[in-house]
């Protein structure tokens, strides 16, 4: 691994990304126009969050990026020893200590045709990013959502680049003054949000939908499936509805945002219309299992 500066001796505004085998400053970052990533969504990628050099679950997050690229029949552009130490090497040459790693992985380049050659050589980018977190306010107040009937593709269990479906439910929740869109299947089913997973409170039980072909298997999300179950509260995994009687809570989980209250839908109030006990309860675990690593 190349030696870096301290973190003390960088700057935000000198950037690098590792682009196909070199460290690139941000700002000359590119690959080539005709890679099917741009011309056709070609590809996958994940979002691992860094606390202060410690990858919170990369091993699950690799596993599902090496899912992903069996799924589209993409060759993982080198072996996982390795992806690991440019991983590590991106986050050592940016400044922030606490980070967002975004991988990226396409079929790679070649002339604009709907089959793609054989022999192409995909494309591997990863950057580095302040990792994000939810305001005071937002924390204090809870976030706001609405529902749109899903009209993605059936095979959101594959953590595709193609996101136009998703940036139209943000738009379409931005539109409404709200933080989110969580997608429904036909029979009113609470799917998942464009860019989160969504839980809820019923009976005093953690309710979430099973992982199938309608809902990405979030490493969030399964994080907080299993601080739950080891503090010892119920969980359920199957379908369910807004409408439920007992339902208390709602909350979302990603990479960004750990665990966060989600007190309005629809315009309507989520139980009491605050965040409930047992989300801070959750996002307090969570909390603590980052700042394990912190200490570590």
């Known amino acids: 691994m190349s030696s870096t500066a301290p973190l003390s001796e960088k700057s935000p505004e000198n950037l690098t990304a590792y682009v196909n085998g070199d460290f690139v400053a941000l700002e000359n970052a590119t690959v080539h126009i005709e890679d099917r990533g741009f011309q056709f969504a070609d590809g996958v990628y994940e979002v691992v969050a860094c606390i202060h050099g ?4 990369l091993g699950p997050h690799l596993d ?3 899912r992903s690229c069996a799924a589209i029949d993409v060759a993982m552009p080198c072996a996982r020893a390795q992806l690991e130490e440019l991983i ?3 986050w050592q040459r940016n400044p922030f200590d606490d980070a967002m790693i975004y991988i ?3 079929r790679g380049a070649a002339p604009r045709a709907h089959l793609a050659p054989d022999t192409l050589t ?3 980018i990863i950057t580095s990013r302040e990792l994000p977190r939810p305001s005071d306010e937002k924390l204090a107040c809870g976030a706001s959502g609405i529902t749109l009937e899903d009209f993605r593709w059936k095979r959101c269990d594959i953590k595709s680049i193609a996101l136009l479906a998703s940036i139209m439910g943000k738009q379409e929740a931005h539109r409404q003054a709200a933080d989110e869109a969580f997608w429904t299947d036909a029979d009113g089913h609470v799917l998942e949000g464009s860019s ?5 409170v019923i009976d005093g039980k953690l309710v979430t939908h099973p992982l199938d072909h309608q809902v990405l298997g979030g490493i969030t999300r399964s994080m907080t499936l299993d601080l739950a179950r080891k503090a010892g509260i119920a969980v359920e995994e199957r379908p369910w509805t807004l409408d439920e009687s007992g339902l208390s809570e709602c909350m979302l989980t990603s990479t960004t945002n750990a665990v966060l209250p989600v007190c309005s ?5 989520v139980g009491n219309g605050k965040p409930g006990p047992l989300t801070g309860k959750l996002r307090q675990l969570m909390l603590a299992a980052m700042e394990d690593l912190r200490r570590t």
């Open 122 to 124: 995909p494309t591997l």
């Open 265 to 269: 839908m629809n315009g309507k109030a």
């Open 196 to 200: 989160t997973n969504i839980l809820a």
């Open 54 to 57: 410690h990858f919170l679950d």
């Open 64 to 66: 599902r990026l090496q």
């Open 88 to 90: 590590a090497e991106t």
């Open 104 to 106: 990226q992985i396409t």
